[in-house]
């Protein structure tokens, strides 16, 4: 048999734990709700342009239980993390020093950025991604729909599956999205706690969504 055999078996051995703590994960019936009173550590996913004015007017209606607030951005944008720190300047219920971080990663995807090349470029982000969610170990995942959200959410998803953390994804498609979710969308269905849409035509299409009306 050799060594390679019981390696192989070791490794399969893994690989299926791996995958029955990931439907695990998925199939759970009792979804946790946010914390209410204590403080909730929270991290936010900034897209560019729309989706970040729509993200921070969410943040900005916030209670501010919500702390820390950690805010990942891609690091090409170049103009999101002004506004961030504008929005946390005018927090004052929280005082002088707003308690928030703000961190870059790799995009993971461009416009016009071929699909091939997404696959690689996202997966480049997933690795910048996975130390920074396990160091942070955040409470909540807030995120609208920019590509930069999909590597945060797998990484906390990782957290639950290897047992360290349950963490609250929760995913806000833009308003901008009336008849068809956006990529980020229609992969983060099937993998956050709560989907949010906010037109009447997605919630039919997509039974697990939820329409609260306008949100942003």
Partial sequence: MGWWFGAGVALLALVCIFLARFFLILGRNETPEPRKRSPANILVVIGSGGHTTEILRLVGSLSASYSPRHYV?????RMSEDKVRRLEAARVEEGPQPRFTVHRIPRSREVRQSWVSSVVSTLFALLYSI???????????????????????????????????????????SICRVETLSLSGKILY????YFFVQWPTLQKKYPKAVFLGRLV
């Fill in 131 to 173: 130390p920074l969610v396990f160091q942070l170990k955040p409470d909540v995942v807030l995120c609208n729909g920019p590509g930069t959200c999909v590597p945060p959410c797998i990484s906390a998803l990782l957290l639950g599956i290897f047992g360290m953390k349950k963490v609250l994804i929760i995913y806000v498609e």
């Fill in 73 to 77: 951005i891609a690091e090409t944008d």
């Fill in 190 to 193: 099937w993998l956050s706690d």
